[in-house]
């Protein structure tokens, strides 16, 4: 069991670019998660899957925010026409569904930078 | 929205004092979890406690113990002891059912506890 692992660590780009996110759960979790954690404030809840199905996804900030996870395994989180106020980290989480109260486990987050 | 409540966002202490950690939630859920995470100053958070609510027993585990009390909607975190390995941010977090089945996490500010030596 490697943990959680998130690609790229670290994410430098300007104004309006797209960037892409991925995230890789722990291998026999089915469910997947994706937060937001800015300067001095916990973690905000975006989205999440069981499976390859997004249950949860009115908390995404804007249109501007999706995720995918095709095959039920890795996720990806895009931003698409990046803006300043974007810059933040970006957490991914996994949990088993089986396991009640579903405990999260999460990874090193990609830190964004909206230059 | 149903918040989690960190008020102290500052806490410093010296190596072995003992030290709380307060939290307290809104719900509206009948079932629901509460949990504890730290997070290190290297970033990643890692999962300390998980509490469901019909069950109010306090858990102990080495120098950490937890206080459930739904009469107060509080879930204190107590650590015994302290150590300078201790600093770091707490975050309290709730997770309820809604639509039949599990929602993300509702996390407090978080509480930054520095341990002196």
């Known amino acids: 069991d490697t943990g959680v692992s998130q690609n790229p660590r670290h994410k430098i780009t300007k104004r309006g670019q797209n960037v892409t996110f991925r995230c890789d759960p722990i291998?026999?979790?089915?469910?997947l998660y994706w937060y937001r954690q800015t300067l001095g404030q916990g973690p905000e809840f975006l989205t999440y899957f069981q499976n390859e199905a997004q249950l949860e996804k009115s908390r995404l900030l804007s249109d501007r925010f999706s995720a995918e996870r095709p095959k039920g395994s890795f996720s990806t989180l895009e931003i698409q026409r990046t803006e300043q106020g974007d810059s933040a980290m970006y957490l991914c989480a996994s949990s088993f569904s089986e396991t009640s109260g579903n405990e999260q486990y999460f990874g090193p987050g990609t830190r964004l930078t909206v230059t | 929205a149903q918040k989690v409540t960190q008020a102290q966002t500052e806490i410093s202490v010296v190596e072995k004092e003992d030290v709380t950690l307060d939290c307290v939630y809104e719900t509206r859920d009948t079932t629901y979890y509460l949990f504890w995470y730290k997070q290190p100053p290297s970033g990643e958070l890692v999962f300390l406690i998980r509490r469901n609510s019909f069950d109010e027993q306090n858990e102990i585990s080495g120098r950490y113990s937890w206080n459930f009390q739904k009469s107060t909607s509080s879930f204190n975190f107590t650590i015994t002891a302290s150590q300078v390995v201790d600093s770091a941010v707490y975050f309290c977090?709730?997770?309820?059912?809604?639509?039949?089945?599990?929602?993300?996490?509702?996390f407090g500010k978080g509480t930054h506890l520095i341990i002196q030596p």
């Open positions: 977090a709730r997770m309820g059912y809604s639509g039949g089945g599990a929602d993300g996490l509702t």
């Open positions: 291998s026999e979790h089915n469910r």
